[in-house]
């Protein structure tokens, strides 16, 4: 005799399937439903209108501005004597802005705009210089100052992008070919003589209209730019749902929960705070604008990612942080989420083995969170514009969260939020930033401090180009029996395993040779996880940047 069908049941093939589909907002059946919208929200942008240009170039000064990137004297050299040819009833000077693109250099706009009569700012180039130029050439064009330019055409759609943030949608961006670091004058002059890469047109020809040609009704325009963000998008069918998610850049290319009201409303309900409350702002880098973001906004991408109201407050203190896991660098770099305290068994967080894998809901879907609301919310995510990885890092996908084996520390040594200055009962989430983990497969017998010594040694301590110098910025997680190990080596605490790195890294030992000053900084956090009867450890390029209470966001 057969069982009896079940009640809300379809049958095809001998296959049970939920004509509901989980929440009964949604069909199968092509029924359209409503979804939020994932996205955050811009800031208004304030226009600014193009300055008059000139009329001639006889007579008049043109500042060409060095922007001090190293090895570029070769450009500046070969634009002004191009241009002197070409023009040679104008007076064609190099400038060199101080600093780097990093910094500032008001006194020099404010010289530029008494002594000059228009002014090219260039070459921009790499993930940050070139959106800086651009910033710099707005803030001349607001000075009254008619302002060029000049990047080199590898991340075009982000100059763009950067002109509108500064309010100047239609800057006259002129494109040369990517190289201009140690190229000779006279490869110098054939780029400059050559075709704009982006355009088509002769590069000299398009920096001299930027200069002279009058500007147009939308180039003059002034005011406020809004940009809302509607709460929900157009109703369609789950299948179009989907696939418009996709292809719009709002998933992390994984098949994802789609955000109904039902199922953000029940996500809200893991958190006390209000649907419209602000939780922060979060930008893709320090040259991009910030988007701002509500607890609802957060729970959207919280449903798409899978997650259960449980582990929202985790989530609502990642997106607080205003830290993305998506930092927009050409040398695609990763994040890293650590919890401490209480929270981490309530919700079940994976300290022990297999932690930094996919074995673990908790971990695998706050992790996986961190990523859609870096891309949707904090505008992180978008090729060529607001991502800039050359290669991407497959860590995006989860960010390396995990919860650090507390209960697994030696007697004596702190867990990482008490280091911070925490209570040892209050839950924290701390964020850590960088590029990646070296895994020596095991400990080897030696003493496991020089074992790890060794370890460490293998990353090279961080300095900015302009030789200031962070020193060693790197992260240590180890398992239990490694630490424990540690202790009987003649480490009672953390800090004192910190403090002899400090002292003795860079000292060389037996036949090693000196391959940094024995001052160079270090600076090492130690984060206890995986399998404690194992003894497991790797480190990496990954530096503590801040921590944010999780019970706030209860």
């Known amino acids: 005799m057969l069982p009896p069908w079940p009640v809300g049941k379809t049958v095809r093939n001998n296959r049970e399937i939920d004509a509901t589909m989980g929440d009964g907002s949604e069909r199968r059946n092509g029924e359209k439903i409503a979804v939020l919208n994932p996205r955050g929200t811009p800031p208004p942008v304030t226009l600014v209108p193009m300055a008059p240009r000139l009329e001639s170039l006889t007579g008049k000064t043109i500042c060409i501005v060095d922007v001090n990137f190293p090895d570029t004297e070769s450009f500046y050299e070969a634009a002004q004597s191009l241009l002197a040819e070409r023009y040679p009833l104008t007076n064609w000077v190099v400038r060199g802005k101080s600093g780097s693109f990093f910094d500032e250099d008001p006194w020099f706009w404010a010289e530029i705009k008494e002594q000059a009569d228009g002014v090219i700012v260039g070459p921009g180039h790499m993930d940050t210089l070139g959106p800086a130029v651009v910033g710099w050439c707005a803030k001349l064009e607001q000075m009254g100052v008619p302002a060029v330019p000049l990047i080199c055409a590898i991340f075009p759609d982000l100059e763009k992008q950067t002109a509108l943030q500064r309010g100047m949608p239609y800057l006259r961006i002129v494109y040369i070919p990517y190289r ?121 991408n919280a449903v798409m990612a899978g997650a259960k109201p449980r582990y929202f407050p985790v989530i609502l203190a990642l997106a607080a942080s205003g830290e993305t896991s998506l930092w927009s660098s050409v040398t695609s770099q990763t994040r890293m989420a650590v919890v401490n305290g209480p929270i981490r068994r309530q919700i079940g967080m994976n300290s022990g083995m297999g932690a930094l894998g996919p074995f673990n809901e908790a971990n695998a879907v706050i992790g996986r969170s961190w990523t859609l609301v870096s891309k949707n919310l904090g505008n992180s995510g978008g090729l060529g514009t607001t991502y800039l990885g050359g290669l991407g890092n497959p860590m995006n996908y989860s960010n390396l969260c995990f919860a650090e084996d507390e209960e697994g520390l030696p007697r004596g040594w702190e867990p990482l939020h008490v280091e911070k200055g925490h209570g040892l009962a209050e839950s924290v989430v701390s964020v850590f930033a960088g590029f990646g983990l070296t895994n020596d497969g095991h400990m080897k017998p030696s003493p496991q401090h020089e074992t790890m010594r060794k370890m460490i040694l293998k990353i090279e301590p961080f300095n900015f180009y302009r030789g200031v110098s962070l020193g060693l910025r790197a992260t240590v997680l180890a398992s239990p029996s490694v630490l424990g190990a540690l202790v009987d080596e003649g480490f009672p605490t953390k800090e004192s395993l910190k403090r002899w790195f400090r002292e003795n890294l860079y000292k060389p030992q037996g036949d090693e040779k000196a391959e940094y000053p024995s001052e160079t900084p270090v600076n090492i956090e130690i984060v206890a996880v995986g399998e404690r009867k194992l003894p497991g450890c790797v480190a990496g390029e990954m530096y503590y940047v801040k921590d944010v209470s999780v019970d706030g966001w209860r």
Request: glycine content about 6%; hydrophobic content about 35%; charged content about 25%.
């Open 180 to 300: 201009v670091m140690r190229v000779s004058v006279s490869d110098c002059r054939l780029m400059l003589d050559g075709e704009d890469p982006v355009s088509g047109r002769p590069v000299l020809d398009e920096i001299v209209e930027g200069l002279m040609k009058a500007p147009t009704g939308e180039e003059k325009r002034s005011g406020i730019l809004q940009r809302p963000v509607p709460r929900l998008l157009e109703p369609d069918s789950s299948e179009n749902l989907e696939t418009r998610f996709l292809k719009s850049g709002w998933s992390d290319c994984l098949p994802i929960v789609l955000p109904t009201e039902r199922r953000v409303a029940e996500m809200l309900q893991g958190t006390s705070h209000e649907p419209d409350e602000i939780v922060g702002a979060m930008a893709p880098c320090s040259s991009q604008e910030a988007w701002t973001y509500t607890v609802e906004q957060v729970a959207v």
